[in-house]
Nanobody, 116 residues
Framework: QVQLVESGGGLVQAGGSLRLSCAAS????????MAWYRQAPGQQRELVAT???????DYVESVKGRFTISRDNAKNAVYLQMNSLKPEDTAVYYC??????????WGRGTQVTVSS
């Protein structure tokens, strides 16, 4: 079954950029819809961006125009380019998909901290 590992998080000043990567293993993800979520301390996990197997993309309103989700099926990976970062973007970011058993799969997450 598919396993997901996120990387690319870190500490950045407001206005800066980060590129998150999600590497999939155990299964090919080209037929999967993929998503990035985030969870800030004390808050519920929030859907940030989605990309379907056919390349249809959607974003939560708060990141539109700043974040870009993409996928590279040859590398079995998904990415989240984050520009113009704000302190309110601080959270643990998770990559996610639905596996062949119909269960949602999560990576361990990568911490993004944006200082003001």
């Amino acid at each position: 079954q598919v396993q997901l590992v996120e990387s690319g998080g870190g500490l950045v000043q407001a206005g800066g950029s980060l590129r998150l990567s999600c590497a999939a293993s155990g299964s090919v993800i080209r037929n999967n819809n993929m998503a990035w979520y985030r969870q800030a301390p004390g808050q519920q996990r929030e859907l940030v961006a989605t990309i379907t197997s056919g390349g249809i993309i959607d974003y939560v309103e708060s990141v539109k125009g700043r974040f870009t989700i993409s996928r590279d099926n040859a590398k079995n990976a998904v990415y989240l380019q984050m520009n113009s970062l704000k302190p309110e973007d601080t959270a643990v970011y998770y990559c996610s998909t639905i596996n062949s058993w119909g269960r949602r799969v999560w990576g361990r997450g990568t911490q993004v901290t944006v200082s003001s």
